[in-house]
């Protein structure tokens, strides 16, 4: 199968956990005999991390959210769009959908009510709100790492 994998930022990049689980996904994958591609932004530079293809896009990584096009391109050949939250998952959807393509988001944090805490009172609630829009979107599956995550859901 081939399989596209979207995610705001991959190997060597790393600003959190959610690079290394996009990471061993890409992996796991490629072990079972699946070809694998990952699109994300950063150096378009870099082609390949560990033999795995990659396509950076060289913008912000919440200018991803705005990069349905770009993804409906690399998903043309794919039979699979597995994405992660949060600044990929949005366009790859409407990407996939619009190529009859199914799709699965695989939600690597949720941090609710912590947004407050973490962003302040105004910001914090436009972050919740659009964690809580993200969780609602039609994805074909969604996985969830944590049972803690499961339970905000």
Avoid at 26 to 50: F, S
């Amino acid at each position: 199968m081939r399989i596209l994998l979207t995610h705001e930022r991959f190997a060597p990049d790393f600003a959190g956990g959610g690079e290394y689980a996009v990471l061993e996904t890409a992996r796991h994958l490629i072990r079972q005999g699946h070809l694998v591609k990952v699109l994300t932004a950063g150096d378009p530079a870099i082609t390949d991390y560990e033999g795995i293809e990659t396509i950076r896009l060289p913008i912000h990584r919440y200018r991803l959210n705005f990069a349905r096009k770009i993804i409906e391109e690399h998903a043309r050949d794919a039979d699979l769009v597995q994405t992660f939250n949060y600044h990929a998952c949005h366009p790859s959807l409407h990407a996939a959908r619009r190529l009859g393509k199914p799709v699965v988001c695989q939600f690597l944090a949720l941090f609710d009510d912590a947004w407050l805490e973490m962003k302040g009172p105004l910001v914090g609630r436009a972050f919740r709100a659009w964690e809580k829009h993200l969780l609602r979107l039609p994805f074909d599956r969604s996985i969830f790492l944590s049972q803690f995550s499961l339970d905000i859901a």
